[in-house]
């Protein structure tokens, strides 16, 4: 507390940004003043096509803190591209029409009605945050509209909690699980109230301070767009309308932008290059710098390509490109941009950007590239596109699967961190999933070819005095925990045998579990593939269907072999496990597990990777992994994340000679002429342009000129350059 008032003495803010923002939240009230709101139409409420409904006044008219990102259904009732009325997201998604509509939306108005009348009573600990019916940042914020002196105008998690900590905020209220962000954000505002410089200053100077000294600022992202498509120069237009562009996929995307049919949309698109293009040009922000460019190529003497960058001029957009979006017949897709310079700039070395559209982000690139224009950075405080109360409604047992190097462990942290706090756009994933460990909601394993169902489920261990007890494996422990969650003891209890004990009385003895506020747990399980999982999941095969799940339908409840416990699986664990193709195909796992999961597919991806010098990193890796899929098959593709660390040209040399040829070697089992292929031919000698080159033997010296050497045929000798250069690498692909 002492550093956090020390921090508050030097904070200063300008008086006018003050007055700018509370006249913003005077004219939302004068639109949609208390009196109005418990006969406000579901029109009045979410008719985002006008522009001027109450939920579109949330998200895009800048008052108070943001609550960007996410989807539509983060306002409960939310009209669709097509016109229609909906509730929930993707498989959850609903279409609602007459009574039915008329119905939810008047439970849904009823809750913010009465919620904003409890906050006005200063009765904000009886707010049901678990029923919330719309996300509990977009409640934070609409009481934060209302009632300026009771909450402060950031509503982002990676804000409040450590804020909490801080403020040494009750244990009870920052171990809970779902965590009650809108009494914890209002006790903390509350209790820097009680303290000067706090106690003098308005909520807006209060907010903006705990937002610079919690939040992350954002950065500036720096992105290049190309200007000409299809032989046409558009940077003429560019500069006449003071727009950028990107006319591909020429389809009219206004209706869909506020809506949750966006995605469904973008799948029409067939060139997944262009996808990739759009979603990321929809992600651009206010004060993003844009240079435009176009690239080309020069043969030097040498026979190596230099590909060289030209940069036409850079700009700043005036929005984000959600707000500031327009479609036009001849450009495409537009937003507005203030040019900041448009001098021409040739660059050798950069021209491996040939694609549409690039988000730069090695900051040598961007020293190099932006001259001007990227200084300073941007803030948004609050924005925050996170539902806290879990509503993970995805499959109960995952695999990933895909080639080696495609990111499958990294990935899963992030994944994992969304089951357990329903979001993980604005935590930091690593510390989070560290967090979570300690805190028993996540447990890593890995199997190999020695785990055993002793290990995973129960087994047999001396108790020292002759005889046998059993001992619980990864799994049987975390499903205990996640089972006693759902007992609902208000206080929990300090050792893991204590709770054991309370979750197989109630098994015994039939008590009713209830697991709709329980928080979610997670067994992840590496390289699951690599044991014999029919004996490590034994009897416990049946237990993994949803349906017979604690709670479920056809619930089913086992006694274990050797303890003769009787077990359950809760609907609130989930197993996640990941699986290398390169080492056994899917269609080797056994039937009756297979048909138990669900497999999702990671493969290489280009586009998280960058052009390095004068190597288009990300066309070497396509068109080494098109020979692959050719020659072999797509589950031993190279991953991406091989390259990820790639900083040089040097680098990637290091990367090929040291990681994929050992790779290719170990797939081909030493077939040369396969690997040359892969690598974009056979050299005859070393002096030539290539990785694998023949080697010529001398046989009349090796063998001192024996005649017997005329008449062997010996198979030609094949070797790997120790040192390969520019020139090597550009000939496999171009």
């Given at each position: 507390m002492k550093d956090l008032i020390e921090a508050a003495n030097q904070f200063t803010l300008d008086e006018e940004y003050i007055i700018s923002s509370e006249n913003k939240r005077k004219e939302f009230i004068k639109k949609f003043p208390l009196e109005f709101l418990p006969e406000m139409t579901v029109e009045e409420y979410a008719n985002t096509s006008t522009r001027d409904a109450f939920i579109y006044w949330l998200e895009h008219k800048e008052v108070l803190g943001g609550i960007g990102g996410g989807n539509a259904s983060k306002f409960g009732i939310y009209k669709s591209g097509n016109g229609q009325y909906c509730k929930g997201a993707s498989t959850k998604k609903r279409e609602l029409t007459g009574e039915e509509l008329e119905r939810e939306f008047a439970s849904l108005r009823a809750q913010i009605v009465t919620n904003l009348q409890l906050a006005g009573e200063d009765r904000i600990s009886e707010i049901n945050y678990s029923g919330l019916k719309l996300w509990p940042m977009v409640m934070l914020k609409i009481l934060n509209i209302y009632y300026p002196e009771k909450f402060f105008n950031v509503y982002a998690r990676k804000v409040i909690d450590p804020l909490g900590v801080d403020l040494n905020m009750f244990k009870e209220l920052m171990n809970a699980r779902p965590r009650n962000y809108i009494l914890l954000q209002h006790l903390e505002y509350m209790k820097l109230r009680e303290t000067e410089p706090f106690k003098s200053w308005d909520y807006v100077k209060v907010s903006e301070f705990i937002w610079k000294r919690y939040g992350e600022r954002r950065q500036i992202k720096h992105w290049l767009i190309e200007h000409r498509y299809e032989d046409r120069d558009y940077l003429p237009l560019f500069n006449e309308k003071e727009v950028i562009s990107l006319p591909v996929f020429k389809r009219d995307l206004s209706p869909y932008l506020a809506s949750d049919d966006l995605s469904s949309i973008l799948s029409e698109i067939k060139d997944e290059k262009e996808k990739a293009a759009v979603e990321s040009f929809l992600n651009m922000e206010k004060g993003d710098i844009v240079g435009v460019k176009t690239t080309y190529s020069q043969r030097l003497e040498d026979g190596t390509l230099t590909y060289v960058l030209k940069i036409a001029g850079t700009a700043?957009?005036?929005?984000?490109?959600?707000?500031?979006?327009?479609?036009?017949?001849?450009?495409?897709?537009?937003?507005?941009?203030?040019?900041?310079?448009?001098?021409?700039?040739?660059?050798?070395?950069?021209?491996?950007?040939?694609?549409?559209?690039?988000?730069?982000?090695?900051?040598?690139?961007?020293?190099?590239?932006?001259?001007?224009?990227?200084?300073?950075?941007?803030?948004?405080?609050?924005?925050?596109?996170?539902?806290?109360?879990?509503?993970?409604?995805?499959?109960?047992?995952?695999?990933?699967?895909?080639?080696?190097?495609?990111?499958?462990?990294?990935?899963?942290?992030?994944?994992?961190?969304?089951?357990?706090?329903?979001?993980?756009?604005?935590?930091?994933?690593?510390?989070?999933?560290?967090?979570?460990?300690?805190?028993?909601?996540?447990?890593?394993?890995?199997?190999?070819?020695?785990?055993?169902?002793?290990?995973?489920?129960?087994?047999?261990?001396?108790?020292?005095?002759?005889?046998?007890?059993?001992?619980?494996?990864?799994?049987?422990?975390?499903?205990?925990?996640?089972?006693?969650?759902?007992?609902?003891?208000?206080?929990?209890?300090?050792?893991?045998?204590?709770?054991?004990?309370?979750?197989?009385?109630?098994?015994?003895?039939?008590?009713?579990?209830?697991?709709?506020?329980?928080?979610?747990?997670?067994?992840?399980?590496?390289?699951?593939?690599?044991?014999?999982?029919?004996?490590?999941?034994?009897?416990?095969?049946?237990?993994?269907?949803?349906?017979?799940?604690?709670?479920?339908?056809?619930?089913?409840?086992?006694?274990?072999?050797?303890?003769?416990?009787?077990?359950?699986?809760?609907?609130?664990?989930?197993?996640?496990?990941?699986?290398?193709?390169?080492?056994?195909?899917?269609?080797?796992?056994?039937?009756?597990?297979?048909?138990?999961?669900?497999?999702?597919?990671?493969?290489?991806?280009?586009?998280?990777?960058?052009?390095?010098?004068?190597?288009?990193?990300?066309?070497?890796?396509?068109?080494?992994?098109?020979?692959?899929?050719?020659?072999?098959?797509?589950?031993?593709?190279?991953?991406?994340?091989?390259?990820?660390?790639?900083?040089?040209?040097?680098?990637?040399?290091?990367?090929?000679?040291?990681?994929?040829?050992?790779?290719?070697?170990?797939?081909?089992?030493?077939?040369?002429?396969?690997?040359?292929?892969?690598?974009?031919?056979?050299?005859?000698?070393?002096?030539?342009?290539?990785?694998?080159?023949?080697?010529?033997?001398?046989?009349?010296?090796?063998?001192?000129?024996?005649?017997?050497?005329?008449?062997?045929?010996?198979?030609?000798?094949y070797k790997i350059k120790k040192k390969i250069k520019l020139v090597d690498v550009q000939r496999v692909y171009e």
């Amino acid at each position: 507390m002492k550093d956090l008032i020390e921090a508050a003495n030097q904070f200063t803010l300008d008086e006018e940004y003050i007055i700018s923002s509370e006249n913003k939240r005077k004219e939302f009230i004068k639109k949609f003043p208390l009196e109005f709101l418990p006969e406000m139409t579901v029109e009045e409420y979410a008719n985002t096509s006008t522009r001027d409904a109450f939920i579109y006044w949330l998200e895009h008219k800048e008052v108070l803190g943001g609550i960007g990102g996410g989807n539509a259904s983060k306002f409960g009732i939310y009209k669709s591209g097509n016109g229609q009325y909906c509730k929930g997201a993707s498989t959850k998604k609903r279409e609602l029409t007459g009574e039915e509509l008329e119905r939810e939306f008047a439970s849904l108005r009823a809750q913010i009605v009465t919620n904003l009348q409890l906050a006005g009573e200063d009765r904000i600990s009886e707010i049901n945050y678990s029923g919330l019916k719309l996300w509990p940042m977009v409640m934070l914020k609409i009481l934060n509209i209302y009632y300026p002196e009771k909450f402060f105008n950031v509503y982002a998690r990676k804000v409040i909690d450590p804020l909490g900590v801080d403020l040494n905020m009750f244990k009870e209220l920052m171990n809970a699980r779902p965590r009650n962000y809108i009494l914890l954000q209002h006790l903390e505002y509350m209790k820097l109230r009680e303290t000067e410089p706090f106690k003098s200053w308005d909520y807006v100077k209060v907010s903006e301070f705990i937002w610079k000294r919690y939040g992350e600022r954002r950065q500036i992202k720096h992105w290049l767009i190309e200007h000409r498509y299809e032989d046409r120069d558009y940077l003429p237009l560019f500069n006449e309308k003071e727009v950028i562009s990107l006319p591909v996929f020429k389809r009219d995307l206004s209706p869909y932008l506020a809506s949750d049919d966006l995605s469904s949309i973008l799948s029409e698109i067939k060139d997944e290059k262009e996808k990739a293009a759009v979603e990321s040009f929809l992600n651009m922000e206010k004060g993003d710098i844009v240079g435009v460019k176009t690239t080309y190529s020069q043969r030097l003497e040498d026979g190596t390509l230099t590909y060289v960058l030209k940069i036409a001029g850079t700009a700043k957009l005036k929005s984000r490109v959600l707000d500031g979006y327009a479609y036009d017949e001849l450009l495409g897709h537009t937003v507005p941009i203030e040019w900041i310079e448009r001098m021409e700039r040739d660059l050798p070395g950069f021209g491996g950007f040939r694609d549409k559209l690039h988000l730069i982000t090695k900051k040598r690139h961007i020293k190099k590239i932006f001259i001007k224009g990227n200084e300073g950075d941007h803030t948004d405080p609050g924005d925050d596109s996170t539902q806290d109360v879990n509503s993970y409604n995805g499959s109960l047992n995952v695999i990933f699967y895909g080639p080696p190097g495609t990111g499958k462990t990294f990935n899963i942290a992030k994944y994992v961190v969304n089951i357990v706090e329903s979001n993980s756009e604005d935590v930091d994933i690593k510390e989070h999933y560290k967090q979570l460990q300690t805190q028993g909601f996540i447990q890593f394993i890995t199997f190999h070819q020695s785990f055993s169902y002793e290990d995973f489920v129960e087994g047999l261990k001396s108790d020292g005095k002759g005889g046998f007890k059993s001992k619980d494996g990864a799994l049987k422990r975390i499903a205990i925990e996640a089972l006693y969650e759902g007992l609902g003891h208000s206080k929990k209890l300090e050792k893991y045998a204590a709770r054991k004990q309370e979750v197989l009385n109630a098994l015994k003895e039939g008590k009713p579990f209830d697991f709709i506020a329980a928080p979610m747990y997670v067994l992840v399980i590496d390289e699951i593939n690599r044991a014999n999982m029919s004996k490590v999941f034994g009897e416990l095969i049946t237990l993994l269907e949803d349906d017979k799940r604690l709670t479920k339908d056809n619930e089913t409840l086992v006694y274990l072999p050797y303890s003769r416990d009787p077990f359950i699986l809760p609907p609130n664990l989930v197993l996640l496990g990941t699986m290398n193709t390169a080492d056994r195909s899917i269609t080797l796992l056994d039937t009756a597990l297979r048909r138990r999961f669900s497999f999702e597919e990671m493969m290489p991806n280009s586009s998280l990777l960058q052009p390095i010098e004068n190597i288009d990193l990300p066309g070497l890796l396509d068109i080494i992994n098109k020979r692959i899929e050719v020659l072999y098959d797509r589950d031993h593709t190279i991953g991406h994340a091989y390259f990820m660390s790639a900083e040089t040209e040097a680098d990637v040399y290091q990367v090929i000679l040291t990681k994929i040829v050992p790779l290719l070697q170990e797939y081909f089992y030493d077939d040369w002429e396969k690997i040359g292929l892969i690598l974009g031919g056979i050299g005859e000698n070393e002096d030539e342009p290539c990785i694998v080159y023949k080697e010529t033997v001398n046989l009349q010296k090796l063998f001192k000129d024996s005649p017997m050497v005329a008449t062997m045929d010996l198979p030609v000798k094949y070797k790997i350059k120790k040192k390969i250069k520019l020139v090597d690498v550009q000939r496999v692909y171009e």
